[in-house]
């Protein structure tokens, strides 16, 4: 079965340009969730959706920072202007159950690096 | 609300001792919880899940948790640890439909 697929792997790119990370999650489950993680702030969920719909975007740091899933197979998360303080692994999972029932599949991250 | 308190943030262990990781959870309801790990350059990976059934719950590659709720722990052990368990363990939880809590994660390094 293939799991939560990102690209791309890792990215490098100047401060103030626009980074987009891309997540397909598995087929049939409908939550979906971005994270961060980073040495000094560890794992951070970002935003998460239900069937397509943004439900809790509490964990997004800034205004800098968005998220779409514009169908059951595709995410993305952008960052405009992207700043050195954004250099993470950011992580996509997907779950059947929003409830913590289910657990959640991480895909294997996307390592942003802004110079 | 819930929370999630893992205990040391490295554990170092020889071959073939015992793995002991440790995780306390608050929660003001019955909990779901999971133990994750991640290896270098990968997502996390679940390793087991306690809900609500059997208290001794056992996962993959011989680990094993069980849930406490006197003492609301829910602490990670193997009884041989392999080079190959070199990795970083998270502890989470999940209650009453809130969405899943993470620790901050154990780092295990294992000793030849």
């Known amino acids: 079965d293939a799991g939560v697929i990102q690209s791309p792997r890792h990215e490098v790119t100047e401060m103030g340009q626009e980074v987009t990370l891309r997540c397909k999650p598995i087929?049939?489950?409908?939550?979906l969730f971005w994270y961060r993680q980073t040495m000094m702030r560890g794992l951070e969920l970002l935003i998460y959706f239900n069937n397509n719909v943004p439900i809790d975007d509490s964990g997004m740091p800034e205004d800098r920072f968005s998220a779409k899933m514009p169908n059951a197979s595709f995410s993305t998360l952008k960052i405009q202007p992207s700043e050195p303080r954004d250099s993470a692994v950011y992580f996509c999972?997907?779950?059947?159950?929003?409830?913590?029932?289910?657990?959640?599949?991480f895909g294997d991250g996307t390592r942003l690096s802004i110079l | 609300a819930q929370s999630v308190t893992q205990l040391g943030s490295h554990v170092s262990v020889s071959e073939g001792a015992l793995v002991l990781l440790r995780c306390n959870y608050s929660?003001?309801?019955?909990?779901?919880l999971f133990w994750y790990v991640q290896y270098p350059n990968q997502g996390l990976q679940l390793l087991l899940k306690?809900?609500?059934?059997?208290?001794l719950v056992k996962g993959i590659n011989g680990f094993e948790a069980e849930f406490k709720k006197s003492e609301t722990s829910f602490h990670l052990t193997k009884p041989s640890a392999h080079m190959s368990d070199a990795a970083e363990y998270f502890c989470a939880v999940s209650a009453g439909g809130f969405k899943t809590i993470f620790g901050a994660g154990t780092r295990l390094f294992v000793k030849a």
């Open positions: 999972a997907s779950s059947s159950s929003g409830q913590g029932l289910q657990p959640q599949h």
């Open positions: 929660s003001s309801v019955p909990p779901y």
């Open positions: 306690y809900t609500s059934a059997a208290t």
């Open positions: 087929s049939g489950h409908d939550y």
